[in-house]
């Protein structure tokens, strides 16, 4: 379906993971070997927070940048992913199902300090769109301005308290994506891969109806890759706290990066790295 990656740790230029790795999400969205498809080429965006929340005067607040060419051939993106340093971002290149190609599709999606993005589909979204999109809070209905089913599950988590306690919301959202569907008589309604973040803490989730779901990776700590790996130059350009979940492993070094369990939401916080069952039952 789509391919993503997000990051958090001391500031840098995203360009560093986004372009300059061996598997980058650049190299992904045109050949993605253990994706669903194996080009994403229906655009891609970039989400980034300038400072961590609470850091300054724009903290919290994100910039995204979304186009509709293929991430390969945009010359605007490696001029800004390379122009900013940023201690939080998450980036995401679009192989679409359905929705048309527009900018308007691309992820990461924005609400307020928040961004979200999500690699699966909602299974038969056309059928279920309106009784999904009508679960959502009017007050804040006109923030959906594209037609995936991302956004629209982006928005039910909003209204069942995202802002208050993310994993909690996402699991109601994906549970009502799943009422609805099963009523629907869709066997398997949700698939997917979702990553989440304040501008402070990044959640990260994976979860399929039918346990079978996209890939997801998370990087080692950086102090025991550079024990592994002591002639790796390239890790010098990572401070301690640099954390990374990415569709699929960035390079070929054996552990460098770690298979996200099926049915687990990650958390990635200053403290590190904690993930838990989510949704297991």
Not at 269 to 281: E, I, M, N, R
Request: with cysteine; aromatic share 10%.
């Amino acid at each position: 379906m789509c391919r993503w990656l997000a990051y958090t740790g001391e500031p840098l230029h995203p360009s560093s993971l986004i372009v300059d790795t061996q598997h980058s999400i650049v190299a992904m969205a045109l050949n993605s070997p253990l994706g669903a498809e194996t080009v994403n080429g229906d655009g891609f965006g970039l989400g980034w927070y300038p400072v961590r929340k609470g850091d300054g005067p724009d903290a919290g607040r994100p910039h995204v940048f979304r186009s509709i060419e293929p991430a390969w051939n945009d010359a605007n993106l490696r001029e800004i992913s390379q122009a900013v340093t940023s201690p939080l971002f998450l980036t995401h290149v679009r192989a679409a199902a359905a929705p048309p190609i527009q900018q308007t599709n691309c992820h990461p999606f924005r609400h307020e300090n928040w961004l979200f993005m999500h690699n699966g589909a909602i299974s038969h979204f056309g059928t279920i769109k309106r009784d999904l999109t009508f679960e959502v809070d009017p007050a804040l209905y006109t923030g959906i301005q594209g037609t995936t089913d991302t956004e629209v599950l982006f928005h039910l988590a909003l209204t069942y308290g995202l802002m208050d306690d993310p994993i909690t919301a996402v699991g109601a959202a994906i549970r009502r994506v799943e009422e609805v569907g099963h009523a629907a008589g869709i066997q398997f309604p949700m698939q997917g891969t979702i990553a989440v973040s304040d501008g402070e803490t990044l959640w990260t989730f994976r979860y399929s109806s039918q346990g079978r779901s996209r890939t997801l990776f998370h990087s080692a700590d950086i102090p025991t890759l550079r024990t592994m790996y002591p002639d790796v130059e390239r890790l010098s350009q990572f401070g301690d706290h640099a954390q990374v979940v990415v569709s699929e492993p960035l390079n070929d070094l054996p552990g460098v990066f770690l298979e996200v369990p099926e049915s687990t939401v990650a958390v990635l916080d200053p403290t590190g790295y904690h993930h838990q069952p989510f949704l297991d039952a």
